[in-house]
């Protein structure tokens, strides 16, 4: 899955997952299966109706307003997110990470007339696949783009961490934080190692020496690290 990087207003980088083409195309077939089944409820409601052929169609234009406004609506209501969305775990967002407003909703609404209605859905997937962080022309067009928020938990996302069966914990206080204390302080440490982020780091280094109520001559990265290490032995040999 490809990923791009959001540069929050705070300069910091957040690594985020594009949706997969996949998961794009099976959120569309969903909801245009709903717009379908929709539109053919309308007819079959105005046919049992047994009106006049001009008052049918003006009535029919009338009740298939919400299908054909059905994604500029739901995802300005429903906070970047379908029907399909919603099963497929996608969403709709600036490129900066921040919740779209409605007139970019509205501009990919528009633009979806020309790279998905029009062209079957091709031109979109072409520029998707050409830009590489999940943009079609309406998304070019508008600052967004569609993520993915589906989960994806690598052994290097758990909290369990090596330790040599000699390992000498220096810092019994970590016993003190709980498991999802220190698994968002080895996330963060593990994000600001990669990306550079020494900030981050720094902020850690404070914050957990006043939880712990400690005092240490180490460098900053190294006590996180030692910090992480330590709680594992501690909890690993409980």
Known sequence: ???????????????????????????????????????????????????????????????SLPAFLYYVLLETFMDGKTVGKVIMNTRVVKLDGSKPSFSNYFVRWILRIVDVVLTSGGVAAFTILLKGNGQRLGDIAAGTTVISEKQQVTIHDTLIKDIATDYVPTYSQVTMLNDKDMQTVKNLYDNAVRNGHHNIILN?????????????????????????????YYTQNM
């Open 1 to 63: 899955m490809d990923e791009f990087q959001i540069e929050t207003a705070q300069n910091v980088g957040i690594n985020q997952n594009v949706a997969s083409i996949g998961d794009r195309m099976l959120g569309y077939l969903i909801d245009s299966a709903i717009i379908l089944l929709y539109s053919i409820g309308a007819i079959l409601l105005l046919a049992t109706l047994n009106l006049d052929l001009g008052d049918t169609w003006a009535i029919y234009l009338l009740i």
């Open 204 to 232: 850690l280094h404070v914050r957990l020496l006043k939880i712990m109520a400690i005092e240490t001559s180490e460098k900053p990265v190294d006590f996180v690290a030692t910090v992480i290490k330590d709680y594992n």
